[in-house]
């Protein structure tokens, strides 16, 4: 987490590295990949992607914005984006844009950023080093 009021390119970049991703996936027009046979799973997707946007915009923002609080920020970068996902998606003859994936994608935003700020351990076991994970070692957080 940042914890001075300066936003940097350190914590910037895994946002828009899958920001950038999701983008090439909704425009990639040789056809999406097959989906497991599990009923609305496209919205289950939405919501644990969208999720993870909410937690990196959250993790990446200083603690105020414009007098903005970073968990509000946080999910309207990650709502707007869901707004620009189903928009490039309409372009695409291969894929669909629908109201229920925006739906999804706030929800999960909403949902991540919640438990981020409010579950400590969940927040321990992603602010530690994956090799220290792997030891079993987790990191002492605030």
């Not at 936003?7 to 027009?29: D, G, M």
């Not at 599990?38 to 946007?53: E, N, S, T």
């Amino acid at each position: 987490m940042t914890s001075n009021s300066s936003i940097s390119i350190r914590t910037l970049w895994p946002v828009f590295a899958l920001l950038a991703t999701l983008a090439w996936a909704s425009s990639y027009s040789e056809g999406v990949p097959q989906s497991p046979d599990v009923p609305h799973f496209d919205k289950i997707a939405h919501f644990f992607i969208f999720g993870l946007i909410g937690t990196l915009w959250f993790r990446s923002l200083p603690g105020r914005v414009r007098k903005l609080p970073r968990w509000l920020l946080a999910f309207i970068l990650a709502i707007v984006y869901g707004v620009i996902d189903e928009w490039i998606q309409s372009h695409n003859p291969n894929r669909s844009s629908e109201m229920l994936d925006w739906v999804a994608d706030a929800s999960g935003a909403i949902t991540a950023i919640f438990v981020y700020r409010s579950w400590r351990l969940y927040r321990q076991i992603l602010e530690t080093p994956i090799g220290d994970l792997f030891r079993l070692k987790v990191a002492d957080i605030e």
